[in-house]
């Protein structure tokens, strides 16, 4: 990733690609305590436009809140910042990644004194889980990891330290040959996904489980919104890893995976096996949103 060319936002200018670098004592390095965003920039018959830009930079800044680090610009400055990346790189279409993250004043635990640095970089990046996986649906395996207890970490922060339990979740899934893991909270109800929330179908009703312990995904909120006008219900409550079993239909969402149906989880084969006729309507309904095909919208595209 850091040998190429183009630039990257960093602490309030556009820097070289490859010089965008921190010292190796850099705090969040040794800590894990950063935090950042996934959006994406999507074409749009009117140019070039970011989604959902201040829903995301808006959690940018909870997760700094939550974990009290001061960014030392406003939330106008870090938005106008993701829309310079975009043009400084001249990307059609990307995904963008904004970090905030303490400098290297200091060691030890507390991250009192260091700098707080940002940096937002962006690069073409294709369907998170395979294009494939968008159209036939991708296998699934629960993680013999727990999702992060609510008093462990904070699951509304969009934390670095928080995907080490994504990270072993995801290796162990794709180890034994699935495309991602599914991960139950500590009372072993469906949590989420390693980077993605997670939704059944069954009868024609979407389901989707509590989150106390998972991410507040943006895409789970267009979901939401998309199901509306589909004239779909959307139901939360808990639910069960047989629930996904019996389930007729299972997808993800999130920036990366955008919706991705899930045909089959620890073995069983989810509904027929395939995408299915509700999990296509989401996914089309979520890609005409994205690319401006849907006026009512409109004001979550930022143009650039
Ligand atoms: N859960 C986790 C753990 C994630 O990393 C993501 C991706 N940010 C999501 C859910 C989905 O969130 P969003 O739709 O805002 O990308």
Not at 27 to 49: D, I, N, P, Q, W
Not at 149 to 171: C, D, E, F, G
Not at 266 to 276: L, V
Not at 282 to 295: C, H, K, P, S, T
């Amino acid at each position: 990733m850091a040998d190429r060319d183009g630039f990257i936002w960093y602490d309030g200018k556009l820097v070289p690609w490859r010089e965008a670098n921190t010292h190796v004592l850099t705090h969040s390095l040794h800590y894990g305590l950063a935090v950042f965003e996934g959006v994406r920039a999507y074409k749009t018959h009117l140019g070039t436009s970011i989604f959902r830009l201040k829903e995301h930079t808006d959690r940018l800044f909870n997760s700094a809140h939550i974990y009290q680090m001061p960014i030392p610009y406003s939330r106008e400055q870090v938005m106008e910042a993701q829309k310079e990346v975009v043009r400084a790189n001249k990307l059609e279409s990307c995904y963008l990644r904004p970090i905030a993250f303490y400098g290297s004043e200091k060691m030890g635990v507390s991250p009192k004194g260091a700098t707080v640095h940002v940096a937002i970089a962006g690069w073409e990046w294709g369907a998170y889980l395979g294009a494939d996986g968008l159209e036939k649906g991708i296998r699934i395996k629960t993680a013999s990891y727990a999702r992060h207890h609510v008093n462990v970490t904070m699951p509304r922060a969009k934390l670095a330290s928080t995907y080490a339990n994504s990270i072993l979740a995801n290796m162990e899934a794709t180890d034994a040959g699935y495309d991602e893991a599914l991960l139950l909270d500590t009372d072993g109800f469906v949590a989420e996904g390693a980077g993605e929330n997670v939704f059944i179908v069954k009868d024609g009703v979407i389901y989707e489980p509590e989150i106390a312990s998972a991410l507040i995904g943006i895409t789970r909120a267009t979901v939401h919104a998309l199901a509306a006008d589909l004239g779909l219900k959307v139901v939360t409550r808990r639910l069960t890893r047989d629930d996904v079993y019996i389930a007729d239909e299972a997808f993800f969402s999130g920036t990366a995976a955008e919706i991705t149906p899930i045909r089959e989880l620890d073995g069983r084969k989810i509904g027929a096996g395939s995408r299915g006729p509700v999990t296509a309507k989401v996914q089309q309904a979520y890609f005409d949103l994205v690319a401006g095909r849907n006026e009512k919208y409109a004001h979550w595209l930022t143009r650039v």
